[in-house]
């Protein structure tokens, strides 16, 4: 089955800084989804990115998408204290969503 | 912005009992998904629901586990017999259609605590 496994798992910068965070997936998708979980919340959808695309941006998100490689990275430019939380790609077909294990992003004001 | 939204936030069961765990999906939303959240571990697939009946489950999702749109706005989970392997975040989610290119929009979720 389709699964996302994000890497690396614990990201902490100072703020104005860029996070990156890596995901990888292993059968063939048809796009991949980025979601974000605030401590105690559910989760919030991001940006997905279709498989015949190879980068995405929405504000100060951006994706790509490396479907040779099975990968894809979330950037998130000058980040914002707001920004801290758990970020989690997702994989899936027309029903189910395959979640990796999440990235946990602090964000240090 | 319309959400998704769940009660209660926490239920607390015992162990042997019948949880019913209440979803209010989004109200122009077509499909409907349970996922589960244990501490610590990924979020899991269940469920999901379309015109009325179940169109896909995880291995997860045995003769426990029933869902039920009762009526035109509530999508409900029960889980028979509790067990303490049940303890989780349960999460609601919905998407405007079965395109698999919609993004489904999840509630805050319900924390289950089975003693």
């Known amino acids: 089955s389709q699964q996302g496994e994000e890497d690396p798992q614990a990201l902490s910068i100072q703020e104005g800084e860029n996070a990156t965070m890596n995901c990888s997936y292993k059968?063939?998708?048809?796009?991949l989804q980025w979601y974000r979980q605030n401590s105690g919340r559910g989760l919030v959808h991001l940006i997905l990115?279709?498989?015949?695309?190879r980068e995405k941006h929405s504000g100060r998100l951006r994706v790509t998408l490396d479907t040779s490689k099975k990968s894809s990275s979330l950037l998130i430019t000058a980040s914002r204290a707001a920004d801290t939380a758990s970020y989690f790609c997702?994989?899936?077909?027309?029903?189910?969503?395959?979640f990796g294990k999440g990235n946990q992003v602090v964000v240090i004001p | 912005e319309p959400e998704v939204t769940q009660t209660p936030s926490h239920q607390v069961t015992q162990m042997g009992q019948e949880v019913i765990l209440r979803c209010v999906p989004i109200?122009?939303?077509?499909?409907f998904y349970w996922y589960r959240q244990i501490l610590g571990q990924k979020v899991e697939f269940l469920v999901s629901?379309?015109?009325?009946?179940?169109?896909?489950k995880s291995e997860i999702f045995d003769d426990q586990f029933s869902v039920e749109r009762p009526d035109g706005s509530n999508f409900t989970l029960k889980i028979r017999s509790t067990k303490l392997e049940d303890s989780a975040m349960y999460f609601c989610?919905?998407?405007?259609?079965?395109?698999?290119?919609?993004?489904?929009?999840f509630g805050d979720g319900t924390r289950l605590s089975i003693l």
């Open positions: 989610a919905s998407s405007l259609s079965g395109d698999r290119n919609q993004p489904q929009h």
């Open positions: 059968t063939s998708i048809n796009n």
């Open positions: 990115i279709r498989s015949n695309e």
């Open positions: 997702a994989t899936g077909g027309n029903n189910r969503l395959a």
């Open positions: 109200s122009n939303h077509l499909y």
């Open positions: 629901f379309y015109n009325n009946e179940i169109s896909e």
